[in-house]
T-cell receptor, first 113, second 118 residues
Framework: GENVEQHPSTLSVQEGDSAVIKCTYSDSASNYFPWYKQELGKRPQLIIDIRSNVGEKKDQRIAVTLNKTAKHFSLHITETQPEDSAVYFCAASLGEYGNKLVFGAGTILRVKS | GAVVSQHPSRVICKSGTSVKIECRSLDFQATTMFWYRQFPKQSLMLMATSNEGSKATYEQGVEKDKFLINHASLTLSTLTVTSAHPEDSSFYIC??????????????FGPGTRLTVL
């Protein structure tokens, strides 16, 4: 089955700096890779996603890159702000036609002002 | 669009009682919904896939007789935790899958239900 590993588990950055979170997956048939932001006690919110036919996707300060050969994908947040502080989860779809998601362990991001 | 609600948001119950949690897709029809459990400071763990009009499929290690799932309509799935025990205390989150063709794979999450079993 799919295994998703996420690093680092915690990340502290200064406001205005960039933050990078990395994930690796094991199922070469996975084709959908979303990133979620979750604040304490709240629902996960989709912030960006990428599909396997694309290598990079950007939305304002957030970008995701995908390397299918190496089976890893990364989240990049530029010009971080205190409100970016949260737990971030990566996920990968199970199999080529799978709708199920397997989540990484999460990264606690702290942006210090 | 793509709003998912969950009820109740919090529930406290005594050990041995059953608790029902509802998950509704408010502005779209969801043939597939998912139920997750999240323990403090941990990730989301998929418990089961709920399919409208058919039996749910459970992940390995999840007891189907303890976590009863019913998906009787295209907008409602329910999770019943039967004979709840303190170890069942957790944050239960549902998600709904957008219909095929709109955005393949994308799941929208409910706000979660905090279950505390005394």
């Amino acid at each position: 089955g799919e295994n998703v590993e996420q690093h680092p588990s915690t990340l502290s950055v200064q406001e205005g700096d960039s933050a990078v979170i990395k994930c690796t997956y094991s199922d070469s048939a996975s084709n959908y890779f979303p990133w979620y932001k979750q604040e304490l006690g709240k629902r996960p919110q989709l912030i960006i996603d990428i599909r396997s036919n694309v290598g990079e996707k950007k939305d304002q300060r957030i970008a995701v890159t995908l390397n299918k050969t190496a089976k890893h994908f990364s989240l990049h947040i530029t010009e971080t702000q205190p409100e970016d502080s949260a737990v971030y989860f990566c996920a990968a779809s199970l199999g080529e036609y799978g709708n199920k998601l397997v989540f990484g362990a999460g990264t606690i991001l702290r942006v210090k002002s | 669009g793509a709003v998912v609600s969950q009820h109740p948001s919090r529930v406290i119950c005594k050990s041995g009682t059953s608790v029902k949690i509802e998950c509704r897709s408010l502005d779209f029809q969801a043939t597939t919904m998912f139920w997750y459990r999240q323990f403090p400071k941990q990730s989301l763990m998929l418990m089961a896939t709920s399919n409208e009009g058919s039996k749910a499929t459970y992940e390995q290690g999840v007891e189907k007789d303890k976590f009863l799932i019913n998906h009787a309509s295209l907008t409602l799935s329910t999770l019943t935790v039967t004979s709840a025990h303190p170890e069942d205390s957790s944050f239960y989150i549902c998600s709904a899958l957008l219909p095929t063709g709109l955005s393949l794979n994308e799941q929208f999450f409910g706000p979660g239900t905090r279950l505390t079993v005394l």
